[in-house]
T-cell receptor, first 116, second 113 residues
């Protein structure tokens, strides 16, 4: 039990589909993150939300669209993806963000995305 | 931009062997340093972290890491590994006051019983 729940765990979609990944944290944290984990590459930060406001967009293509309706929920809306977008998408949360001196990330188990 | 290098991609050890995994980073300012571990089929979880103070930090399951500022290194160590330590280990760096946590490519550790 991680305290950060991601759904779906696996998703297969075509290049013309629209789908969404969902993340929910039960830790009372105020910051949430999307990371992309591809084989043989470092985890890549995609987006950061602090108190529901987007504070980082790490040059992510517009076919990925995040949404943070409240501090507990984070979505990643996907549309017209490419096969190279296939990866494990990880959601994480932290109490008050990493700019505090005690910040650390708590990760979910990830959503494995395959784009055909 | 900061970067993190983990030179060992795959390490294979026998049980009871000593472990040291290398981590070097490139960033000139103050940093917070982390080691995360991902056991097979499980989520990434924090192993240990360094923010300030004693450069030798101890984490869970007998792991420790030493921050050597002059070498920009934060190597992970364990004196005697167990089969249950089989996992992927990620070093990560966060510049002080910054939201970005930059990860290395990870080191896969396989322990042979």
């Amino acid at each position: 039990e991680t305290g950060v729940t991601q759904t779906p765990r696996h998703l297969v979609m075509g290049m013309t589909n629209k789908k969404s990944l969902k993340c929910e944290q039960h830790l009372g944290h105020n910051a949430m993150y999307w990371y992309k984990q591809s084989a043989k590459k470092p985890l890549e930060l995609m987006f950061v939300y602090n108190f529901k406001e987007q504070t980082e967009n790490n040059s992510v293509p517009s076919r990925f669209s995040p949404e943070c309706p409240n501090s507990s929920h984070l979505f990643l809306h996907l549309h017209t993806l490419q096969p190279e977008d296939s990866a494990l998408y990880l959601c994480a949360s932290s109490q008050d963000g990493l700019t505090t001196n005690t910040g650390e990330l708590f990760f979910g188990e990830g959503s494995r995305l395959t784009v055909l | 931009a900061q970067s993190v290098s983990q030179h060992n991609h795959h390490v294979i050890l026998s049980e009871a062997a000593s472990l040291e995994l290398g981590c070097n980073y490139s960033y000139g300012g103050t940093v917070n340093l982390f080691w995360y571990v991902q056991y097979p089929g499980q989520h990434l979880q924090l192993l240990l972290k360094y923010f300030s103070g004693d450069p030798l930090v101890k984490g869970i399951k007998g792991f420790e890491a030493e921050f050597i500022k002059s070498k920009f290194s934060f190597n992970l160590r364990k004196p005697s590994v167990q089969w249950s330590d089989t996992a992927e280990y990620f070093c990560a760096v966060n510049p002080f006051g910054n939201e970005k946590l930059t990860f290395g490519t990870g080191t896969r550790l396989t322990i042979i019983p």
